[in-house]
């Protein structure tokens, strides 16, 4: 089986599947790390100089490639589920398990405003009230998407284990 962890930036995708890989001891991919591997670019260079446009063809061509592996972690981008047809895929492979780690817009900020730096999309925003506004739009746009995964978690208030124990719970 093949777990992919979607939900926004900043939702413990990443920290959360690595640490849900090693237990399962299964193999851990964080696609946007794939990407950068197989681009021999930063997102935030992709983005910068091709455009999102380019960068977003491209996480599907390399979600395609990850669908059919088996015992594999795979943290998704916060947008891979929303563009083309990612979610769709997903959804249709047999092998493959969807799980939100949702996340309030407040614990979100919260862990974004000091990393936005490190994140092309909100890297422009100036205050915390920016990137509040700007997180609900995409909440309101992505949770149609979001919210079609397998099994859902919220993560508010819960430490890295926590969110794994729950997640070990309801996959076993």
Avoid at 26 to 33: A, G, P, R, T, V
Avoid at 95 to 107: E, F, G, Q
Avoid at 136 to 141: D, T
């Amino acid at each position: 089986m093949i777990l992919f962890l979607v939900g926004y930036m900043g939702s413990g995708k990443s920290v959360i599947g690595k640490k849900l890989a090693k237990i399962l001891n299964y193999n851990y991919i964080d696609l946007d790390d794939y990407i950068e591997e197989k681009e021999h670019a930063s997102i935030k260079l992709i983005f910068d100089t091709k455009g999102e446009i380019y960068f977003r063809k491209v996480e599907s061509l390399y979600l395609n490639e990850l669908i059919g592996l088996d015992k594999t972690v795979v943290s998704l981008g916060g947008g891979t589920p929303c563009y083309g047809h990612n979610m769709k895929l997903i959804l249709e492979s047999e092998n493959a398990l969807s799980i939100y780690l949702k996340a309030s817009i407040p614990t979100l900020s919260y862990r974004l405003f000091e990393e936005k730096s490190k994140r092309p999309l909100i890297s422009h925003l100036q205050t915390k009230t920016e990137l509040n506004e700007f997180i609900g739009k995409h909440i309101f746009e992505r949770a149609p998407f979001y919210e079609q995964s397998s099994l859902s978690i919220k993560t508010d208030g819960l430490m890295i284990n926590e969110v794994v124990d729950k997640l070990i719970l309801k996959l076993f």
